[in-house]
């Protein structure tokens, strides 16, 4: 039995392990965290592997398990942030280890750009648009309820809009 | 006129964006390794499994927080040091700081040790220690340990010469594993039945503080399933009941169920005890004229006993002497302002014994 749960989780991470790290990637924006994040998604999907329901597919389960994670691990870094920017340390915004993990030329805008948003924008676009969850699924993820999804998502898009004209990738007159 | 605002502009470059990250495979491949072997670690030791997930986080955090409180002491040490050259008065209220105060507000000597090794970057396996010895334990191959040791034994030896030191004995040793017996299907029943009753429970908003099992003795089939709860939860029957379906349910056999009432009171206040007897403990085992080789403390019966085990025999001729020092030396650091602060007022009592046991104040 345990056997079996292990090589269904063995099974999860090769098909979903990308896509849980590159949805942490985004929000924590520090690749070594995301690896260990997404290290612990998949730990504690075998510890709790009991209490999923198959009411959801696994994905959304376990990017739930994710989020979850990810928003804990971001409440607690807060502080830290707080004083590395009193004590003026250098803020690195995109540590991308490129050997490792990297991002195409033609997408890392809108990387930057989506690093930029506040957390509930950039998290709904992720997982609406980037990774194609239904309105039901991101709800279930994020524990919110369908129209908190779609007013949020709403907002979301003019706002990573604004975010790219200002960082100069498109020109305002394209977006008229 | 309002823009009407079109929901899927962004549709194909975020798309995109998706299949655009791109993660090497052996990396991948490696994080697998690492949650598998995790994974594998908890089958073996499901009790642990709490461990494992918060163990590397916590370490950051302790870093971070060392790191930044780390600062503030530099910044304030600077402060008053300075100050302490400037004014006479204020260099003589530093002289008047207990000794034991000064350990309560320095990094324990355990820790101090294992970072800097670390920090050198050597594979260090564990540290820890008694009122005598020091023990380092070394991971890696043979000759690793053959190679480095003596250079690890030297650095603690200098951080504990920093400090005055003088009480401690290092001991390197080399970190040997052992394999970790399988767990019997039995004990794993019984401890996923532990685990459904304290889920259960806790759906049920039971107040539990914690959950386990353990053997009455190793080869003994009889096993004693033991839950923690406050001393204001009063639905013992209810709980147990609980914990009897889940068992049963695993068609678990020759049990006992073991209900602890916890003073919650209480025992935040012992939490609050703990540091101060680190201090102690620390500041009385680390210098070799306290002649202390071990510590104790009871707090049942009230009041509290702190137990000072020494190596002084009665017939010494300074035994008094001694006795008298150490006596003063806590006293000193228990009565400051700070420590009744958080202490309020506690009574407490001194016991010091000497080599024979025999309690000598």
Known sequence: MLEHRKEEIADWYDHHSKSILGFILLMVKDYQQAEDLTHDTFVKAYLYYDSFKHHSSEKTWLFSIAHNLTVDFLRKRKPAIFLKEMFHFQRDNFPLPEEIFRIKEESYELYQALGELKDTYRKVIILRKIKGFSIEDTSKILGWSESKVKSSLFRAIPALKKQLVKEGHISDEAIR | ?361
């Open chain 2, 1 to 361: 006129m309002t823009k009407q605002y079109d929901d899927t502009e962004f549709d194909t470059p975020l798309k995109k964006l998706d299949s655009d990250f791109l993660w090497r495979t052996k990396q991948k491949q490696e994080l697998k390794n690492r949650i598998i072997t995790d994974i594998e670690k908890l089958e073996s030791k499901e009790k642990n499994k709490h461990l494992i997930l918060s163990n590397r986080r916590k370490r950051g955090n302790v870093i971070r927080k060392l790191t930044y409180s780390g600062i503030a002491l530099i910044i304030l040490c600077g402060l008053f040091i300075g100050s302490a050259f400037i004014s006479p008065v204020m260099a003589e209220v530093v002289s008047k700081i207990p000794y034991l105060s000064k350990i309560f507000h320095s990094e324990p000597i355990n820790r101090t040790i294992l970072r800097e090794l670390k920090e050198k970057g050597y594979k260090i396996a564990g540290l820890g220690g008694n009122g005598r010895y020091i023990f380092i334990s070394i991971d890696g191959s043979e000759q690793y340990f053959q190679d480095v040791h003596e250079e690890v034994k030297e650095i603690a030896a200098n951080l504990l010469k920093a400090n005055d030191y003088d009480g401690y004995k290092i001991k390197v040793e080399r970190q040997i594993d052992r394999p970790v017996p399988a767990t019997s299907d039995r004990d794993q029943a019984i401890s996923e039945a532990v685990e459904i009753s304290y889920d259960n429970l806790i759906k049920l908003q039971f107040n539990v503080l914690s959950s386990g099992y353990q053997h009455l003795s190793p080869n003994s089939d009889k096993v004693i399933i033991n839950i923690d709860i406050p001393n204001t939860e009063a639905r013992i029957e209810e709980i147990k009941k609980i914990v009897n379906e889940s068992l049963k349910a695993k068609n678990i056999d020759s049990y006992s169920i073991k209900i602890h009432k916890i003073d919650l009171a209480q025992r935040e206040k012992e939490a609050k005890w703990n540091e101060i007897f680190d201090a102690i403990f620390e500041g009385l085992t680390a210098k070799k004229e306290y002649k202390v080789t071990g510590f104790a403390y009871s707090f049942h019966p009230a009041p509290l006993q702190i137990i000072i085990k020494t190596s002084i025999k009665a017939s010494d001729k300074d035994a008094n002497e001694k006795v008298g020092k150490i006596e003063e030396t806590i006293n000193e650091f228990l009565n400051s302002e700070e420590i009744q602060n958080k202490i309020n007022g506690d009574p407490y009592e001194i016991i010091i014994r000497g080599k024979n046991k025999q309690r000598i104040n």
